[in-house]
C-alpha cells in the first residue's frame, strides 16, 4: 500500500504561481509513475501532469505545457508540481496519483490506472 498526502494548494491571482507537494509513504519502491490529476467543477477529473520513474521523462497536457513542471525527489518520497502563470481555468481539486508495475506512456492521463490516491487540494485561481 500506499499513502499520498497533497499540500500546498491556495488561493492565487491570475498570472501568480503555487507549488504542489505530494508525500509518499508506505510500499513506494514498486511504483512506476506518479502524476498530477485535477478537478474542476463540473466537470470530469482529467490528467494535467505525469512522470514516470524508470526514465524520469514527464508528459503534459497541452493547456499547462509550458507553465507546469513537473518534479520528484526520490530521497524524500515527494513529487511536485510547479505551476507558473496560472489562469482561472487551473482552478480545481489537484490530486497526487501513483502506480506500481507496469506503465506505458498511453496510461499517463488515464485515472483508471492508477492505484493510489490521496485526498487532493483546492487550487484556485481568480481572474
Known amino acids: 500500500q500506499v499513502q499520498l498526502v497533497e499540500s500546498g494548494g491556495g488561493l492565487v491571482q491570475a498570472g501568480g504561481s503555487l507549488r504542489l507537494s505530494c508525500a509518499a509513504s508506505g510500499s513506494t519502491l514498486d511504483l512506476s509513475a506518479m502524476s498530477w490529476f485535477r478537478e474542476a467543477p463540473g466537470k470530469e477529473r482529467e490528467g494535467v501532469a505525469c512522470?514516470?520513474?524508470?526514465?524520469?521523462?514527464?508528459h503534459y497536457i497541452q493547456s499547462v505545457a509550458g507553465r507546469f513542471v513537473i518534479s520528484r525527489d526520490d530521497e524524500n518520497k515527494s513529487l511536485f508540481l510547479q505551476m507558473d502563470n496560472l489562469k482561472p481555468e487551473d482552478t480545481g481539486i489537484y490530486y497526487c496519483?501513483?502506480?506500481?508495475?507496469?506503465?506505458?506512456?498511453?496510461?499517463?492521463?488515464?485515472?483508471?490506472?492508477?492505484?493510489?490516491w490521496g485526498q487532493g487540494t483546492q487550487v484556485t485561481v481568480s481572474s
Open positions: 512522470l514516470r520513474r524508470s526514465d524520469g521523462r514527464a
Open positions: 496519483a501513483a502506480k506500481p508495475r507496469f506503465f506505458i506512456n498511453a496510461y499517463c492521463f488515464d485515472s483508471q490506472k492508477y492505484d493510489f
